[in-house]
């Protein structure tokens, strides 16, 4: 039977953060959705409450989210990952933090931006130490797809220092309904944080509301 997880998504007002939160929660996995303050984790547990009613949650401000999670979930925007991962810091000895950033940065969020580390991942890779174990997932796959009941066409790079990690992470990317992929150490993040540009110019000049990523080459079981 798989591993249970406390997971904590931090910043889960957003549709990757809602999505992640029912499908987890569907396999049987407890969530916690935290925000910088009581009132708009509040609202965020409601907002998620009114897509999927069955969905239980708890509300908490971002430290003691991270606090409550064996597995935290970093889906803020980019301008704020590394505050919120200051806020959260003390907290993540030890743990899982998957790091969903993508340095878009408007207006040209169309053009690979990345930042100077290399990666939003190995930015907090960095930041954080190694005392925590970073994994990069989830920058192809389509938000608002998370939400309905449907199968998404879009496999998942999964990228950290710590193969274990990898492994923890890539089984809640198939408890999510998606194909989860070794992709290597955490520097390889920049790879699936660079195609998010690719597939949203993929998405206007094709007129594609979701495009995404598939890896091929190996039979299906």
Do not use: Y
Not at 44 to 69: D, H, R, W
Not at 78 to 101: A, M
Not at 110 to 115: A, E, I, R
Not at 205 to 210: A, F
């Amino acid at each position: 039977m798989p591993e249970q997880h406390t997971i904590a998504i931090l910043g889960g007002t957003g549709d990757l953060g809602t999505g992640l939160a029912i499908r987890w929660s569907k396999a049987g996995h407890k969530i916690v959705i935290g925000s910088r303050t009581q009132e708009k984790a509040n609202a965020a547990v409601a907002a998620l409450k009114a897509i999927s009613p069955e969905t239980p949650a708890e509300a908490m401000v971002n430290p003691e989210a991270a606090a409550a999670g064996d597995v935290v979930v970093l889906t803020v925007p980019f301008e704020h990952q590394l505050s919120t991962l200051e806020s959260v810091r003390s907290v993540l000895g030890g743990k899982i933090l998957i790091d969903v950033s993508v340095p878009l940065i408007p207006p040209k969020v169309g053009t690979v931006q990345l930042p100077a580390e290399g990666s939003a991942g190995k930015r907090a890779q960095d930041f954080l130490g190694e005392d925590v174990a970073v994994v990069s997932a989830f920058q192809n796959v389509a938000a608002h797809l998370l939400q309905k009941d449907v199968k998404i066409e879009c496999d998942v790079l999964v990228s950290g220092n710590k193969k274990a990690a990898r492994e923890t992470v890539i089984e809640l990317v198939e408890q999510a309904g998606m194909n989860g992929w070794h992709a290597g150490p955490i520097e390889n993040a920049a790879a699936a944080e660079a195609l998010t540009s690719i597939l949203i110019q993929i998405n206007r000049r094709h007129d594609i509301s979701h495009s995404g990523i598939r890896i091929v080459g190996q039979d299906d079981h």
